[in-house]
């Protein structure tokens, strides 16, 4: 048998699993769909300036900078950071990348028409901090989107199980989630509101199969299949009208002055 993965997040390594990036590939699809169809429903352009917050490898930022937007990126992580530079260099884009905490951005304030949440309010322990900078950089008018893990039965199977505990499905370090920092759609939902921000409902999305997302998952994290070939194996897709049982979409807009 051969020698168990090195679990390590944000590692260039080609040994190394990076369950960070892994969800960001499966869930690509689905952010840029729900985005873009949110800002149609609002009648907001495409365009304009975007901050990405919890960027990672910077996939989302590349994705937004494919529909036009000029991006801003930011994560905690300088090897994340320095990936995801590399990765738009290489793309041709021109993004942003800054190093920082959600809880303390450092970007302009009213500077963004959209600022996305990603890989962020399930990891926070302080939440209010996130959202409330968050709110800071929207402009008047401006867009808050956020994907998030529901806190149920089901989410903790999956996310404080499987992908932490597991041996065959194991993708981050222990302790990346805690139930304590699983948040459900009412609770996230009062955190906009104690931030000016009005609450714009929320998106259930699902893989095709479950089936789909272990075989996905396991390929990824023994290096058969890229970041293309996963997000197409595990086929997530919008479920909107569907009670969110591990993960869900939603979005807010800052009041106009």
């Known amino acids: 048998m ?5 679990i390590a997040l944000d590692s260039a390594g080609p040994d190394t699993v990076d369950g960070r990036q892994i969800r960001a590939a499966a869930f690509q699809g689905v952010r840029l769909a729900y985005t873009s169809g949110v800002l149609e429903r609002l009648g907001r ?12 490898r910077g996939l989302l930022a590349r994705g937004l900078a494919g529909l036009g937007f000029q991006v801003t990126a930011v994560d905690p992580s ?36 959209l600022v996305y949440l990603a890989d962020t309010l399930e990891i926070t322990a302080d939440p209010d901090r996130v959202v409330e900078q968050a709110a800071r950089a929207l402009a008047p008018g401006g867009v808050l989107v956020y994907d998030t893990v529901n806190r149920t039965p089901v989410s903790r199977l999956v996310y404080l199980v499987a992908f932490q ?3 065959m499905t194991r993708i981050v370090p222990a302790g990346r989630y805690a139930a304590s920092r ?11 509101a104690r931030h000016g921000l009005t609450d714009g409902g929320i998106c259930d999305f699902k893989p095709r199969s479950v089936r789909g997302l272990i075989a996905g998952v396991r390929a990824h994290r023994a290096g058969r299949v890229t970041d293309d070939v996963l997000e197409t194996m595990v086929g997530f897709a919008l479920a909107p009208g569907s009670k969110p049982l591990v993960t869900y979409l939603g979005h807010a807009r800052k009041g106009r002055l």
């Open 78 to 113: 300088e090897s994340a950071s320095a990936l995801a530079r590399a990765a738009a260099e290489r793309d041709g884009l021109t993004i942003e990348h800054r190093t920082a905490p959600a809880e303390r951005p450092a970007v302009p304030e009213a500077a963004f028409g």
């Open 165 to 167: 505990r597991l041996p």
């Open 182 to 192: 699983l948040r459900t759609p009412s609770e996230v939902a009062a955190l906009l």
């Open 2 to 6: 051969g020698s168990a993965p090195l």
């Open 45 to 56: 352009p495409r365009s304009g300036r975007a901050l990405v917050v919890g960027s990672g």
